[in-house]
């Protein structure tokens, strides 16, 4: 067994309230880049941060010959094509990423977030590849989504349908925004088994049936790095895996690289991972990641009591320290 | 194979131990240990680092890639750092790393986490003699190396440990 975390780790500090009740209102962090509109729709914040001038691209979400996809609108006549629903599991701050300099020749970026999206635009600010002035960030007060985007409708979420990660979220109401939009909205229904059960259902198998387990599922790792490409975090311009003198991550999709990688993708991703779950929607060989991330994102709460939120100003655990981190595993 | 260790446990197994350990105090460390004429197993090859802050956890995946049974990592006691602080990023940086690496069931007892200064001889000693003991009581670590030399798409295995360490002398 790994060490057990309490049942705690499960639950955020942070009160998500009652279903149905929205959290007090969030303090002006960032009053400088422009003020709160609570009031606007969605259609009416885009079109005016177009028309201002000062913007130009609004990243959001629109519908696509299957569900919804990612929709980049550059004039302000076009603002009616985006859409907010359940199916826009999309973390659209990857766009943000400096590597995406395509997206950056389009100009300034306002960027369509859920509260989950938020928190890797924090981690952008935090790590400062991302300047809060390069950015405008419309918040969508967010209820959960499904785990797929590709309905032809929006549909109601159900316990099957829902994306484990949504269960206990606790920023249904980004505060790192510079305008909110939408309706309080209510808590998702419980999946059946949530993410923390699965990590705990893991941890008590004996550690020969969790290397079967891992390795079986990295052996299905075809490393095309879909992972990293979608991932917002996800920000190195060069990633070790490509480099090859010294090759530290063979390259090849066998067994040996394959652990590798997904270790260190896992590992350099602890205390920075939202888990937005996109490296997981991602794979096209359905490698079960939410897991790796939630394991380092639960100890990281257990040793050293940071959770991955939406204020910049909280500095990340990794490459912080504190004189007095427990060591119980050093002698 | 055996319930955690991953490994078989031999008789006459001799582990591989590849040890990452600072410049400034644990290889002086050991260095003192030799000078001093201290017996230890001899199954441990010691690899120099700046500091442990320059210690990535893909150099333990890489070692036990290469064939290593066990891995050492050690440096400076915490407020000794000749870098001032690169052991306190070290330290959390390792707390994630063993935690990660139980969880995909690599047993934490293959890794072994020091803090050795300059005058403790004595101490290194004892790291690895005690290192040797609990990695061989677990057995060489078949699980990494069954993995590792799983022929690829072109038919050919990885030539992993012998050219890496040689024969480790009882």
Same mark, same amino acid.
């Given at each position: 067994?790994?060490e057990?975390?309490d049942?705690?780790?499960d639950?955020p500090?942070v009160?998500t309230?009652?279903?149905?009740t929205?959290?007090?209102?969030?303090?002006? #962090? @960032?009053?400088?880049t422009? %003020?709160?509109?609570? +009031?606007g729709?969605?259609?009416?914040?885009a079109?005016?941060?177009?028309?201002?001038?000062? *913007?130009?691209?609004?990243?959001g979400?629109?519908?696509?010959r #299957?569900?919804?996809r990612?929709?980049?609108?550059?004039?302000?006549?076009?603002?009616?094509?985006?859409?907010?629903?359940?199916?826009?599991?999309?973390?659209?701050v990857? @766009?943000l990423?400096?590597?995406?300099a395509?997206?950056?020749?389009l100009g300034?970026?306002?960027?369509?977030v859920?509260?989950?999206? %938020?928190?890797a635009a924090?981690?952008?600010?935090?790590?400062?590849?991302?300047r809060r002035?390069q950015?405008v960030?419309?918040?969508?007060?967010?209820?959960g989504?499904l785990?797929?985007a590709?309905l032809?409708?929006p549909?109601?979420?159900?316990?099957? +349908?829902?994306?484990?990660?949504?269960?206990?979220c606790?920023?249904?109401?980004p505060?790192?925004?510079?305008?909110? *939009?939408?309706?309080?909205q209510?808590?998702?229904p419980?999946?059946?088994?949530? *993410?923390?059960?699965r990590?705990?259902?893991?941890d008590?198998?004996?550690?020969a049936? #969790?290397?079967e387990?891992?390795?079986?599922?990295f052996s299905?790792c075809?490393?095309? @790095?879909?992972?990293?490409q979608?991932?917002?975090?996800c920000?190195?311009?060069?990633?070790?895996?490509?480099?090859?003198?010294?090759q530290?991550?063979?390259?090849?999709?066998?067994?040996?690289g394959?652990?590798s990688?997904n270790? +260190?993708?896992?590992l350099?991703?602890?205390?920075r991972?939202?888990?937005c779950g996109?490296?997981?929607?991602?794979?096209?060989?359905?490698?079960?990641l939410?897991l790796?991330n939630?394991?380092?994102a639960?100890?990281?709460?257990?040793?050293?009591?940071? *959770?991955?939120g939406d204020?910049?100003e909280v500095?990340a655990?990794?490459?912080?320290?504190?004189?007095?981190?427990t060591?119980e595993f050093?002698? | 194979m055996?319930?955690?260790?991953?490994?078989s446990?031999?008789?006459?197994?001799?582990p591989?131990?590849t040890?990452?350990?600072c410049?400034?105090?644990?290889?002086t460390?050991?260095d003192?240990a030799?000078?001093?004429r201290?017996?230890?197993?001899?199954?441990v090859?010691i &690899?120099?680092?700046?500091c442990?802050?320059?210690?990535?956890?893909?150099? &333990?995946?890489?070692?036990?890639?290469?064939?290593?049974?066990?891995? &050492?990592?050690?440096?400076c006691?915490?407020?000794?750092c000749?870098?001032?602080?690169?052991?306190?990023h070290?330290?959390?940086?390792?707390?994630?790393?063993?935690?990660l690496a139980?969880?995909?069931g690599?047993d934490?007892?293959?890794?072994?986490f020091?803090?050795v200064?300059?005058?403790?001889?004595?101490?290194?000693?004892?790291?690895?003699?005690d290192?040797?003991a609990?990695?061989r009581?677990l057995g060489?670590?078949?699980?990494?190396?069954?993995?590792?030399d799983?022929?690829?798409?072109?038919?050919?295995?990885?030539a992993?440990v012998?050219?890496?360490?040689?024969?480790?002398a009882?």
């Amino acid at each position: 067994m790994t060490e057990p975390h309490d049942a705690a780790v499960d639950a955020p500090e942070v009160a998500t309230g009652a279903p149905g009740t929205a959290r007090p209102a969030a303090p002006d #962090r @960032y009053p400088e880049t422009g %003020a709160r509109d609570e +009031t606007g729709d969605l259609h009416g914040v885009a079109r005016e941060v177009l028309t201002k001038g000062d *913007v130009g691209v609004v990243i959001g979400w629109e519908e696509g010959r #299957r569900g919804v996809r990612p929709a980049f609108v550059t004039a302000a006549d076009d603002v009616e094509r985006l859409v907010f629903d359940t199916r826009c599991v999309h973390n659209l701050v990857t @766009y943000l990423n400096p590597r995406r300099a395509q997206i950056a020749a389009l100009g300034r970026a306002a960027v369509v977030v859920k509260g989950c999206d %938020a928190k890797a635009a924090a981690g952008l600010l935090r790590e400062a590849q991302l300047r809060r002035d390069q950015v405008v960030l419309i918040g969508v007060r967010c209820g959960g989504v499904l785990e797929v985007a590709d309905l032809d409708e929006p549909a109601a979420l159900t316990p099957e +349908t829902v994306s484990p990660r949504c269960f206990r979220c606790d920023n249904r109401e980004p505060h790192l925004v510079d305008y909110l *939009v939408g309706e309080p909205q209510e808590e998702p229904p419980r999946p059946p088994q949530t *993410v923390d059960e699965r990590v705990a259902a893991l941890d008590e198998l004996p550690a020969a049936e #969790r290397w079967e387990f891992w390795t079986e599922q990295f052996s299905r790792c075809v490393r095309c @790095y879909a992972c990293r490409q979608v991932c917002p975090l996800c920000v190195c311009e060069r990633c070790v895996a490509d480099k090859s003198v010294p090759q530290w991550i063979d390259s090849a999709s066998h067994p040996r690289g394959n652990l590798s990688w997904n270790l +260190t993708r896992a590992l350099h991703l602890a205390g920075r991972c939202v888990e937005c779950g996109e490296c997981e929607r991602a794979c096209p060989s359905g490698l079960p990641l939410t897991l790796l991330n939630r394991k380092l994102a639960q100890t990281v709460r257990h040793r050293f009591g940071y *959770v991955a939120g939406d204020d910049p100003e909280v500095p990340a655990p990794v490459g912080d320290y504190r004189l007095d981190d427990t060591e119980e595993f050093i002698r | 194979m055996s319930q955690g260790g991953n490994g078989s446990g031999g008789g006459d197994f001799e582990p591989r131990i590849t040890a990452f350990v600072c410049n400034w105090c644990t290889y002086t460390g050991a260095d003192l240990a030799g000078t001093s004429r201290l017996h230890m197993a001899s199954n441990v090859r010691i &690899i120099r680092l700046p500091c442990t802050g320059r210690i990535d956890p893909l150099f &333990i995946v890489k070692a036990f890639e290469r064939g290593a049974d066990g891995v &050492i990592v050690s440096g400076c006691h915490p407020a000794d750092c000749h870098y001032t602080a690169g052991n306190y990023h070290a330290r959390r940086r390792f707390a994630l790393f063993r935690e990660l690496a139980a969880f995909i069931g690599i047993d934490p007892g293959r890794m072994t986490f020091s803090w050795v200064s300059a005058s403790e001889g004595a101490k290194w000693r004892d790291v690895v003699d005690d290192t040797v003991a609990r990695v061989r009581a677990l057995g060489p670590f078949d699980d990494y190396r069954r993995l590792v030399d799983l022929p690829d798409a072109s038919g050919e295995s990885y030539a992993t440990v012998e050219g890496l360490f040689g024969e480790v002398a009882p």
